[in-house]
């Protein structure tokens, strides 16, 4: 069903539903990044460099550094961008799995809601034993006699 012959066909599907290959596949694009970046940040400073060492008849000292701020700026932009991007994709990553999980999680959830549901719309019986003088006062084998009268009470013997 998945050939390259589909108009549907397209190879991130299957990445996208499946956790694992989603986050290889996004670690897979932030090294390509993070490779950009260390490229971007080299030629900023060469940048910056160069663009700072140019001065023009009647400069004063800062009038080059003055000039190479706006690009300066730009390129650090881009560099922020960059690694707000990165970080991003590593969010992403982690927001993937535990969707799966949630999606786990709310299968068993939404089972023990019901079954607490159907205790509560049936609570079990409490039946009281057929042989007990006083029903629910006292349990059956707690080990003491039942005392016969009000006299009895100080005669009590244990089991």
Request: positive net charge; charged residues 30%.
């Amino acid at each position: 069903m998945n050939s390259n012959n589909d108009p549907n066909y397209s190879p991130l599907r299957d990445v996208a539903q499946s956790p694992e290959a989603t986050a290889r596949y996004l670690a897979d694009v932030q090294r390509v990044l993070l490779d950009i970046g260390k490229n971007l940040e080299t030629l900023s400073i060469e940048t910056q460099v160069y663009l700072r060492d140019t001065h023009v008849e009647g400069d004063r000292w800062y009038h080059a550094r003055l000039r190479a701020l706006p690009v300066e700026r730009a390129l650090g932009s881009v560099l922020k961008n960059l690694k707000s991007l990165t970080e991003g994709l590593e969010k992403s990553a982690y927001k993937r799995r535990a969707h799966d999980e949630a999606v786990v999680n709310t299968v068993k959830e939404r089972k023990e809601k019901e079954l607490e549901k159907q205790r509560k719309n049936n609570p079990p019986v409490l039946q009281a034993a057929p042989h007990s003088p006083q029903q629910g006062a006292q349990p059956q084998n707690s080990g003491y006699s039942v005392p016969t009268s009000i006299y009895d009470l100080g005669k009590r013997e244990s089991a």
